[in-house]
């Protein structure tokens, strides 16, 4: 029985939408109810939080998972990043007060405190940028550090930009793009070859 981890929250209509679509599994939320795993027509469904979905891939829990570029971008491990899957799009930003002298990177200063969520991506794009930056983890609403001076911006995904707009923040720069994945534990790919390609070339026909 192959094994796919599916996340909770804004990603698991998309997914089971993509399973029906594909004609692996017919699932839905009241089916689902408040099991964590389903098993049906010849699959394992796993529920798990979207921050887990790479853990359990990784360690051969589930042979496959649906999972936000957000997440791997803060999980890098062993698995196989197959398919972009087209669905859950947002994008990740810095972002800073409306009256913040912050706009193009000539006007940033020397070193920036910023909060984030995303430590490891904020510091691979200041990297890239060539800035100093003194982050603050935080892992509750980050949209609150600038109004308060904890920092002078925050790093945080977006899909509308409402949230910022209501915080009265701005775009400042873009960090990078998000959407769901599909990856792949790779010693699976490895051992169970045949059945599992037949799966994702099943899901990558039908990404829409």
């Not at 027509?41 to 990784?58: C, E, I, K, S, T």
């Not at 940033?108 to 405190?113: H, K, L, S, T």
Request: proline share 5%; charged share 25%; net charge negative.
């Amino acid at each position: 029985m192959i094994s796919i981890a599916i996340p909770t929250g804004v990603l698991l209509q998309g997914s089971l939408d993509l399973l029906r679509r594909s004609g692996v599994v017919e699932l839905d939320r009241e089916e689902i109810g408040r099991k964590l795993l389903v098993e049906k027509d010849g699959l394992r469904v796993v529920l798990v939080r979207p921050a887990d979905v790479a853990a359990y891939v990784d360690y051969g829990s589930a042979d496959l998972g649906v999972v936000g570029k957000d997440q791997l971008w803060e999980s890098p491990g062993p698995h196989y990043e197959l398919v972009d899957l087209c669905f859950g799009g947002c994008v990740l930003v810095l972002a800073a007060p409306e009256a913040s002298p912050l706009d193009d990177p000539e006007t940033w200063p020397p070193a920036m405190r910023v909060a984030t969520k995303y430590p490891r991506a904020t510091a691979a794009f200041m990297e890239r940028m060539g800035q100093t930056v003194e982050m603050v983890r935080l892992h509750g609403s980050v949209e609150l550090a600038p109004q308060l001076g904890l920092v002078d911006a925050i790093v945080d995904l977006t899909a509308s930009g409402r949230t910022l707009r209501e915080n009265r923040l701005r775009v400042v720069a873009e960090v990078g793009h998000s959407t769901a994945r599909l990856i792949a534990n790779q010693a699976s790919l490895k051992t169970r070859t045949e059945a599992l390609q037949e799966l994702v070339t099943r899901l990558r026909a039908h990404v829409s």
